[in-house]
């Protein structure tokens, strides 16, 4: 099976997500507002629109074995297809803002069994629930008078629903990141992971540069310019080893698991389930991520999702975006 094949069978999977409890949002019109919030860009990702593919090794951990019986921690070097990108559906987002950036992986595991999963830049998502994020998205859309958006609805929304922007004032809080290869990617959702006996360790990851964090300063991220990070991780990744340490943290009893705004208490424990590193970059804008949705709920056994709203109704509006960008000509 070619990977537009599978990818269309995942979009059709994940329409009948839509249907259930979970997802009480139409994904359709989660999708048509965030074109409308941020522009429609035909054969781009409606979410990650600037990116590039990457492939990459998972080298699995004693710890993860002890953890999980998924096979991506057998100790055996695993394929993953990684794509790096700026956060929002614009191609032409500027790479020198403090904005999200993401880590998309998709870890090719024995037996045919695959592994997806969306990271971000900051220990939150953008909001708590699915109609949260649809309500979000609906006071930034412009006013068809003045083509901006109201900036009374915006600030009405965010009043009722002050969840929505810690994730921008997180990003804000930071400064821009020297490299994709070297800043923190959080996967904000609570998953469950679940070893050979049945035991089950919920828990929040996150992906730590081996290198360390680098970022720059005002002027040195104004000189970039626009444009630097893909040429600069094909660079590094030519040069030396860009790696990441796949971590988790480990909940506690009473810790809140359905919701990607409310991190896990910072001092709960840590343990690491392996080590991701990026073999090598695509030369263009194309490469093998192409179709792949990142569906964060394709899980393999041993890893089970957790009862976070807005991860189970991730899973439509990828289907949805991915359709549209396939009738259009898929450009990235």
């Given amino acids: 099976m070619n990977a537009h094949t599978f990818s269309l069978l995942l979009a059709a999977a994940a329409v009948g997500v839509a249907t259930s409890a979970w997802a009480q949002v139409d994904p359709t019109k989660l999708v048509d507002a965030q074109e409308a919030a941020g522009g429609k860009f035909e054969g781009y990702r409606r979410s990650g629109a600037k990116g590039v593919c990457a492939m990459a090794e998972f080298v699995g951990s004693p710890q993860g074995r002890a953890l999980s019986s998924a096979s991506a921690f057998n100790g055996k070097p695993v394929p993953v297809v990684a794509r790096f990108s700026i956060g929002g559906g614009n191609p032409k987002a500027p ?86 290869g070297a800043v923190n990617y959080w996967g ?52 030396s080893t860009v790696a990441f340490d796949f971590n988790l943290q480990l909940a506690e009893a009473g810790d809140k698991l359905d919701s990607a705004v409310t991190p896990l208490p910072e001092d709960r424990k840590k343990v690491t389930l392996g080590r991701l590193t990026i073999k090598s970059v695509s030369p263009d804008a194309t490469g093998p991520c192409l179709a792949i949705t990142y569906n964060p709920m394709v899980l393999p056994k041993g890893v089970e999702a957790g009862p976070d709203p807005m991860l189970a109704a991730r899973a439509a509006p990828y289907g949805v975006s991915l359709g549209r960008r396939l009738t259009e000509g898929a450009k990235q």
Avoid at 105 to 120: A, C, D, R, S, T
Avoid at 155 to 176: C, I, R, T, W
Avoid at 192 to 205: L, P, R
Wanted: hydrophobic fraction near 40%.
């Fill in 95 to 180: 790479d020198n803002a403090r904005s999200q950036r993401n880590l998309a992986l998709q870890f090719n595991l024995p037996k045919g069994e695959v592994w997806q999963m969306g990271n971000i830049s900051a220990p939150v998502f953008g909001a708590a629930t699915p109609e949260q994020f649809l309500g979000r998205l609906e006071s930034l859309m412009p006013d068809p008078e003045t083509k901006k958006p109201n900036p009374e609805k915006v600030k009405a929304f965010a009043e009722a629903n002050p969840e929505v922007l810690l994730q921008g004032k997180y990003l804000a809080s930071q400064p821009v990141p020297a490299s994709y």
């Fill in 188 to 239: 904000v959702h609570a998953f469950a992971f679940v070893d050979a006996k049945g035991k089950k360790q919920f828990g929040k990851w996150i992906f730590e540069p081996a290198g360390g964090t680098q970022s720059l300063t005002d002027d040195e991220a104004k000189a970039k310019g626009p444009d630097f990070l893909i040429d600069e991780l094909r660079q590094r990744v030519a040069a």
